[in-house]
């Protein structure tokens, strides 16, 4: 089973400020690797897939990177809303997994 | 715009099974995997498995022997079912169209 580390676990940043978000696979994932975002009472929300493509309608202040083991979600110019959980998931072997999810605040 | 709907008993005693459906509205279901997604109360997503239109599953080795799936494509909707639950098993269940930004809302199913 691939285990996804996500760090950090909290980060606490303020409106405009950047976030630079990880995700570390335990072997290589290629570019399976898929962002969502998830906010209290709601499902999470797809925001990049296949590594570092956006999902339509997302926001371009959210990009995704990396390849093979190592990935990063990065938020720049953060706004309130923006405050949520965000995993990481890998769709290339199976069982699929998630990361453990790192919590943003605003 | 494909639309997914969970429906079933938000309350399953200890040692039953836990039956689970999933809608599909706005799309096909074929052609695609389906998949279960649980999140226990204040935890992380975990996922229980999926299924393909020809109705093969595919399960995570922490719930196999309990899980099972279906698929109905002449209904559009797919289905869980997990045996034995205990109270570990209280989550709020997705599903989801495996690759994609489609998920239902959730239910909430508590084992008590």
């Known amino acids: 089973e691939i285990v996804l580390t996500q760090s950090p676990a909290t980060l606490s940043l303020s409106p405009g400020e950047r976030a630079t978000l990880s995700c570390r696979a335990s072997?290589?994932?290629?570019?399976?690797l898929a962002w969502y975002q998830q906010k209290p009472g709601q499902a999470p929300r797809l925001l990049i897939y296949?590594?570092?493509t956006r999902a339509t309608g997302i926001p371009a202040r959210f990009s995704g990177s990396g390849s093979g083991a190592d990935f990063t979600l990065t938020i720049t110019s953060l706004e309130p809303d923006d405050s949520a959980v965000y995993y990481c998931?890998?769709?290339?072997?199976?069982?699929?997994?998630f990361g453990g999810g790192t919590k943003v605040e605003i | 715009q494909v639309q997914l709907q969970e429906s079933g008993p938000g309350l399953v005693k200890p040692s039953e099974t836990l039956s689970l459906s999933c809608i599909v509205s706005?799309?096909?279901?074929?052609?695609?995997?389906w998949s279960w997604i649980r999140q226990p109360p204040g935890k992380g997503l975990e996922w229980i498995g999926y299924?393909?239109?020809?109705?093969?599953?595919y399960y995570s080795p922490s719930l196999k022997g309990r899980v099972t799936m279906s698929i109905d494509t002449s209904k559009n909707q797919f289905s869980l079912r997990l045996s034995s639950v205990t109270t570990a098993d209280t989550a709020v269940y997705y599903c989801?169209?495996?690759?994609?930004?489609?998920w239902g809302q959730g239910i909430l199913v508590t084992v008590s």
């Open positions: 706005g799309g096909f279901i074929s052609n695609y995997y």
């Open positions: 296949d590594a570092s």
């Open positions: 989801a169209r495996e690759d994609s930004p489609y």
């Open positions: 072997q290589s994932v290629s570019n399976y």
């Open positions: 299924i393909y239109d020809s109705g093969t599953p």
């Open positions: 998931h890998q769709r290339i072997s199976w069982p699929l997994t």
